[in-house]
Every structure is written in C-alpha cells, then in structure tokens.
C-alpha cells in the first residue's frame, strides 16, 4: 500500500504530538525559599579525609546558591557525630542509617540512657563502605568457622576503638560466639591504629591481618598488597542477615575487580547519610537538600566515592525519619509519594 508524502509526513506528526503528550513533564520546584542570615554547623570526619572533602565541598556549592545560608565543617567521626547532631552542638553531620538506629534504641554502642528520636536526615547514599576482612594469603583458615573452629591465634589490626570498624567487629565476634578476649587467650592480639599504620604493620608482617570499614578498592589494602599477598574472608550468610535485619546495615558486597576478585565478596555495608537536627527549620534544609541533589553531576565529581549518588533514591536507607524540609523536596520532585 502506498502513502503520500503528505500523508506520511501528518501520521509522523501525529505519532510524535502522542509521544510529546504520553511522556511525564519534568517535577517543577517551587521557588527557593527566602533563607535568613544562617549559620549551621557541619560535623565530618578527621580533617584531610574523604568525610571531611566531600563535606566541605557541599558547603562551598550550597553557598554559593544559597548565600545567606552558611555552613562551617568541622572534624567529626562516625559514632560521634550522632549524638552531637542531637545535642545540636552542629546541625548538620555525615553519618551512617546503623548508628542513627542504634542511637534510636538505645543500644551498644551507646547506652539506654542515650535512646532517643531527636535525630533526623536530610538524604542519604552519598557513599558506600564495605566492612572488608584481609589476611595474609598463608593464613590457615578461608572463612570465619574456619578461623573460629581452628582458633587460630590472630595478629590483627584495625581503626581506632570508637570507630564503626572497631564497634562491628565486636558484633562480628559477638555472633560467632567469641570475643577480643578469646583471641587474646589464643595467642593473638588486636592493634587499634590508622590506615597507613595498618599498611605498613601489616606489609611488615606484624600482623596478619586487616579489618576495616571503607570503600572499595581501599587505598591501603591496595598499598599493602603491593607487598604482600593476601586474601579476603567471606562475610557468612547469618552474620549478614543479623546486621542488616537488626542493624540498618546495607545489603552490599564488596564489588567483583576491585582487589583483582573474580566473584563479589560477601559483605555488609556502611551507606554515608546527612544527618540533622529537627529542631532546624524546614526552609534550611530543603533548600540544603536541594541543592546537593540540583547539582547531582557537581557532586559525584567531588570524591570517588560519590560517583554513586542519586538523587532518586537519597530518600532511600536513611536510618532516620526525614527531615521535613527534605521530604517537601523528594515529593516536589516526585521521587517520593
């Protein structure tokens, strides 16, 4: 059958006005909220790491957006950072959705006293750490039954006690039915140390192995494999089931080539969360939150590591009620019903 030109090109036009009117418009914002002189209090991490980077860098683009709004980052840590957020000695924190719930209910690592609802998020999937298990490629065991059963008498080293590294691997220990003090009668020992002493500790084979909670590939274990052979060890399949199910801890495995891996290793993961207080307007961290997921492209390229964040799912895994101010901006935007 044959068509005109004409015809032909009115069928084209009339397919295209169907597609034009079948395809969802774009969210519309509202206008940016009038924002009074403000000043808020931004807890990171230690100056000089990613926490503290990435922070800073959210602080200069909110800034320059929203220029009565400003935002002065200070160090913080992991746990910490929490209960100062509650306090409200800073407004704004990086956090992770496991400590908030567990600062919530009360439990290890805080005290009954410390449970509380007095903590909100503003968005969450900034970043995601695993909790990665290295040891020596000739150490005698290739999973935690294995190390438990043999009671291999380990040499190992991680981040400072406080520290979400070090608070895991006591839940870790804790649901295989040991502790710090059953390795310690085995012959082994625990050294609490930074990242570049654990390298050089480890490389230098003082100790055997590694945990940690980072990123992945973490610049570190990198440095140490570079010495050294080794070996990951497998998160079992209950222990993973029991952080995330009663701990708010992500479902994630450490990614397949990130440390030469053919397969993912199993894992549990850590996802970094802006954490609030409520007692901050709605006006503030709506506009806060919309400017960090406005310029989503900006801030995958200020780390690594946030070359994951996606707006659509920030108001995703956060561990805390979101602020208000964040779900007026989720909802304007459609992301959330």
Excluded at 81 to 95: E, I, K, S, Y
Excluded at 307 to 330: Q, R
Aim: include cysteine; aromatic fraction near 10%; charged fraction near 20%.
């Amino acid at each position: 059958m044959r068509h005109s030109k004409g015809s032909l090109a009115v069928s084209i036009l009339s397919l295209f006005g169907v597609l034009l009117i079948a395809a969802p418009a774009p969210a519309e914002l509202g206008a940016m909220p009038s924002i009074p002189a403000t000043t808020l209090q931004f807890a990171a991490g230690s100056v000089g790491g990613g926490w503290y980077a990435l922070s800073a860098a959210m602080s200069d683009l909110v800034k320059q957006e929203v220029p009565n709004l400003q935002i002065n980052v200070v160090p913080g840590a992991g746990i910490a950072n929490h209960p100062r957020v509650v306090g409200n000695d800073v407004q704004l924190a990086m956090g992770f959705p496991s400590v908030a719930k567990a600062l919530m209910d009360g439990v290890e690592p805080f005290k009954t006293a410390d449970k509380t609802k007095d903590i909100r998020s503003a968005f969450s999937g900034l970043s995601v750490t695993f909790f990665t298990f290295t040891v020596g490629e000739n150490v005698p065991f290739n999973t935690w039954e294995e190390f438990v059963q043999k009671k291999y008498p380990l040499k190992i080293t991680m981040d400072r006690v406080g520290t979400t590294d070090e608070w895991v691997w006591r839940l870790a220990l804790k649901h295989m039915g040991i502790s710090n003090d059953d390795i310690k009668k085995w012959g082994g020992s625990i050294t609490y140390v930074g990242y570049a002493d654990q390298a050089n500790n480890f490389k230098d084979k003082h100790v055997d192995a590694m945990w940690d909670n980072i990123a992945a590939p973490g610049p570190h274990i990198q440095d140490a494999m570079l010495s050294r052979k080794v070996k990951f060890i497998p998160m079992p399949d209950s222990m993973r089931k029991e952080l995330i199910e009663k701990g708010a801890w992500a479902d994630r495995n450490i990614p397949a080539k990130v440390y030469g891996n053919d397969q993912p290793i199993k894992s549990v993961g850590a996802v970094a969360t802006i954490m609030t207080n409520p007692k901050v307007s709605e006006d503030v961290i709506y506009a806060f939150t919309r400017v960090i997921c406005e310029n989503a492209g900006k801030v995958r390229k200020m780390q690594a590591s946030a070359e994951i964040f996606d707006p659509a799912a920030a108001w995703k895994e956060t561990g805390a009620e979101l602020h208000p101010g964040s779900v007026k901006y989720f909802k304007e935007k459609g992301y959330m019903k």
